[in-house]
């Protein structure tokens, strides 16, 4: 039971390139999240899927596309990565998504755009 | 909209001593509150949560968190500090209504001084 898992754990990009973060879970859980982690401002949400097939904007969801590919996995995309997406990336599940959910992260991660 | 703030950046103990580390909310009704800790190079480990019920939430590795709704308060506390418990400390909330993520306040570095 590996629980969240993450890939890469480290990513250089330069300004203009894309790539894809993936997400995979194996708690069977229904809803999945995407956060990125800065200096001094805790996890922001990036997008949520609340279930199989749907998702939903967070907080700061320019910028990024996410995929909910099937019950297991949750991808994040960078179109065209900037600076400003230098970052770290977690990505988390819950059972259900509701308000008594735990989360659980998987290990991050960093992205840095030159 | 609901908010975290977590007042401290770092937080300075000795081992041996008790240990606090503050945080204060904004939602609107009654919130669902949540600790996670962060050692290096890892993702957000769960450590507990108030749901509803008794004020004093007890959680994994010995600590313990304090709901109080007159201060808008959860502060989470350990009796006898260890060095191993270094490490960044984040509180979240959620609401009780809608399927929303998380909110994190911006983090408390703990140092365990030997």
């Known amino acids: 039971n590996a629980g969240v898992t993450q890939t890469p754990k480290f990513q250089v990009l330069k300004t203009g390139q894309s790539m894809t973060l993936q997400c995979a879970q194996d708690?069977?859980?229904?809803?999945m999240y995407w956060y990125r982690q800065d200096p001094g401002m805790g996890l922001r949400l990036i997008y949520y899927s609340a279930s199989e097939g749907t998702t939903d904007k967070g907080e700061v969801p320019n910028g990024y596309n996410v995929s909910r590919l099937n019950k297991r996995e949750f991808s994040l995309r960078l179109e065209s990565a900037a600076p400003s997406q230098t970052s770290v990336y977690f990505c988390?599940?819950?059972?259900?998504?509701?308000?008594?959910?735990?989360?659980?992260f998987g290990p991050g991660t960093r992205l840095t755009v030159l | 909209a609901q908010s975290v703030a977590q007042p401290e950046d770092q937080v300075n103990v000795a081992e041996g001593n008790p240990l606090t580390v503050k945080c204060t909310y904004s939602?609107?009704?009654?919130?669902?509150l949540f600790w996670y800790v962060q050692y290096p190079n890892r993702g957000l480990q769960f450590l507990l949560k108030y749901i509803t019920g008794d004020n004093l939430v007890k959680g994994s590795y010995g600590f313990e968190a304090e709901f109080n709704k007159s201060q808008t308060s959860f502060h989470l506390k350990k009796p006898s500090a260890l060095v191993s418990d270094s490490a960044l400390y984040f509180c979240?909330?959620?609401?009780?209504?809608?399927?929303?993520?998380?909110?994190f306040g911006s983090g408390t570095r703990l140092q365990v001084q030997p």
């Open positions: 979240a909330v959620r609401d009780r209504t809608g399927r929303r993520a998380l909110t």
């Open positions: 939602v609107s009704g009654n919130p669902y």
């Open positions: 988390a599940s819950s059972s259900s998504g509701g308000a008594l959910d735990t989360q659980y």
């Open positions: 708690m069977n859980h229904n809803s």
